[in-house]
């Protein structure tokens, strides 16, 4: 999950949340890669995202996210609009990206974001060969110096900035997982309240990171989602708690409940258990039930965040509890987008199928902090 716009009508179409002129999702989404690790420029909004748990060779712990975002500026309908001559800067794309990284020791939090439009090779997605002697192609999502790669078989981090670095290689443990109905995500009430979205939920990651001056050689386990849509979220949601969760029997599970504006679950809130074959089990709203243990304000914002969760799920016998590894992972992303969330490392212990589990995780949430409202 990331982030999108309420209904306003603010599109021009005269119709609240209705996307007038841009690609729509009404049905399964039928993935077919490697091009689907690149962009679908005629949706309004993507997201590539990576969140993982990392070690270093002392057994010090930390916490990572990686997000890279795509906006369409106008429908592509608009496209025949644009003035004559065209100008280098011309783009019908906006990106903007997010990196946090988290000693979990120290309780150290950092973060960082950019953006640029794409043109003028600032920013962009872009499918590259692989070297002469291999079948591979990889796609290449990069924002100024920041960077992340997919190939069949690795992918590859890199984010430098003032505070801090990270540079990962990870290698799938298992294939990406369409999510809901091969990937129809579904997000609202109407049809076209949806996404397509998968995941790749258990990726071996080695690298190094910067902080604080220092160079650790890390390695750990990261999860990668990548969400295509051009709805805006329905008028009556205010936002969403979404976790992801890596457990020690080699099963994960991806889990969202949409919030409504007295807090309660929209019917839309669904997820996926996925099994040591990799073969996912779709999750309704029906078959989880998601309890608040305890509360955690922002010192910086005031915002009130849960922290602290019982997860149930009768079906699989799964009962587990899941705690933030650190209170403060909050992202302030300040005057660039005004945009304010949590998100943040997790542990996560209980049974799944009546069998004792440990996992960690992560997890995110909007609308606790008022509007979350972006350009994405």
């Not at 849509?229 to 969403?240: N, R, Y």
């Not at 309704?284 to 922290?307: F, I, K, N």
Request: glycine share 12%.
């Amino acid at each position: 999950m990331a982030f999108a716009e309420h209904e306003s009508g603010s599109d021009g179409s005269g119709r609240s949340g209705v996307a007038q002129g841009y690609a729509r999702i009404t049905g399964p989404c039928g993935f077919a890669f490697p091009a689907d690790h690149g962009s679908h420029p005629d949706h309004r909004t993507e997201w590539w995202y990576w969140t993982g748990n990392l070690e270093d060779r002392q057994g010090n712990s930390y916490g990572f996210q990686l997000t890279f975002f795509r906006r369409r500026l106008a429908p592509p309908t608009a496209d025949r609009q644009w003035p004559e001559p065209s100008s280098t800067w011309r783009a019908s794309q906006l990106y903007m990206a997010h990196a946090a990284l988290s000693a979990l020791g120290p309780r150290e939090h950092l973060t960082a974001q950019d953006m640029a439009r794409g043109a003028a090779g600032l920013a962009g997605v872009a499918h590259e060969t692989a070297p002469v002697g291999t079948d591979d192609e990889a796609v290449r999502i990069f924002l100024k110096g920041w960077s992340a790669s997919i190939g069949a078989d690795r992918q590859e981090l890199r984010v430098r900035t003032g505070d801090f670095a990270l540079h990962l290689g990870l290698s799938p443990e298992k294939p990406p997982v369409a999510h809901g109905q091969d990937g129809y995500s579904k997000k609202g009430r109407r049809p076209e309240s949806a996404s397509c979205y998968y995941s790749f939920t258990r990726l071996r990651a080695e690298g190094s990171i910067e902080m604080n001056g220092r160079t650790m050689d890390v390695s750990g386990l990261a999860w990668m989602d990548h969400e295509y849509s051009s709805e805006l979220l329905e008028a009556d949601l205010v936002g969403w708690d979404w976790l992801s969760l890596q457990f020690d029997d080699q099963t994960e599970l991806m889990a969202f409940f949409l919030r409504d504006g007295l807090e309660a679950g929209s019917h839309a809130s669904s997820g996926s258990f996925v099994q040591p074959d990799a073969s996912p089990i779709q999750l309704g709203q029906d078959d989880m039930l998601l309890t608040v243990l305890d509360y955690w304000t922002s010192p910086h914002t005031g915002a009130r965040y849960p922290s602290g969760w019982r997860l149930e799920i009768p079906g699989l016998v799964l009962d587990v509890t899941i705690r933030p590894a650190m209170a403060d992972q909050e992202m302030r992303t300040g005057k660039t987008t005004g945009v304010i969330y949590w998100e943040g490392s997790v542990r996560a212990e209980g049974t799944v199928r009546g069998r004792p589990v440990h996992g960690r995780g992560y997890v995110e949430m909007t609308g606790y902090a008022g509007s979350f409202d972006t350009p994405l």
